[in-house]
């Protein structure tokens, strides 16, 4: 069974003070790992999706990174408007996705 | 691109009551769909995954008569919440999937609704 482990749970910010998420799995096969950002109320927002160890994909302060076992969300430099939920998902096969339970970002000004 | 829309955003209903829920993809056709929902504090959790034309297939635990899903066209599903309770009061989140190349990978990127929250009085 896919697992997908997400940590911290929470985690709070100074503004400009720059620190990395975890995502854990444990998928055979994988065929991507997601990183959506949720803001409350809302619907998940596409971030990035990696497929193969060692690739790396950058949009604004965010940075992904992915090993054979986890992937890290690096936030340089956070601002308040990065807080938000950010979750974690895998896909093997198919179009499903597993999901993880999220890391709560909040960065205080 | 890769917009989903819901309808409606929110919605209250009394006990007993069916409830109908829309989830287009705006701009792209999406060859799967797929329905979410979410408790607070919590992740979301899949309870169907739907392919246009065919039937739903629904997760463990989900009753497939009780939320009923119609993917009629590549761009338009469907979720009706058929005789609602207040358990059933909840944020529910639809997803479209279009297939792509990233590199030699086929990729199944998801783009998600806004989402839907129902409240069951």
């Known amino acids: 069974e896919d697992q997908v482990t997400q940590s911290p749970e929470a985690l709070r910010l100074q503004e400009g003070e720059s620190s990395s998420l975890n995502c854990s799995y444990t998928v055979s096969g994988l065929r991507g790992l997601f990183w959506y950002r949720q803001d409350p109320g809302k619907g998940p927002e596409f971030l990035f999706t990696l497929y193969s160890a060692g690739e790396e994909k950058e949009k604004e302060r965010l940075k992904a990174t992915l090993t054979k076992k986890e992937s890290f969300l690096h936030i340089t430099a956070p601002k308040p408007e990065d807080s938000a939920t950010y979750l974690c998902?895998?896909?093997?096969?198919?179009?499903?996705?597993?999901f993880g339970e999220g890391t709560q970002l909040t960065v205080n000004p | 691109g890769a917009v989903v829309s819901q309808h409606p955003s929110w919605v209250i209903c009394k006990s007993g009551t069916s409830v109908k829920i829309e989830c287009r993809s705006l701009?792209?056709?999406?060859?799967?769909m797929f329905w979410y929902r979410q408790f607070p504090k919590q992740s979301l959790m899949l309870m169907a995954t739907?392919?246009?034309?065919?039937?739903?297939?629904?997760e463990q635990g989900v009753e497939k008569d009780k939320f009923l899903i119609n993917h009629a066209s590549l761009t338009l599903s469907t979720l009706t919440v058929t005789s609602a309770h207040p358990e059933d009061s909840s944020f529910y989140i639809c997803s479209g999937s279009k297939p792509g190349l990233a590199g030699t990978v086929i990729s199944y990127e998801q783009y998600f609704g806004p989402g839907t929250r129902l409240t069951v009085t």
């Open positions: 739907s392919n246009e034309g065919s039937k739903a297939t629904y």
């Open positions: 701009d792209f056709q999406a060859t799967t």
């Open positions: 998902a895998v896909r093997r096969n198919g179009s499903r996705l597993t």
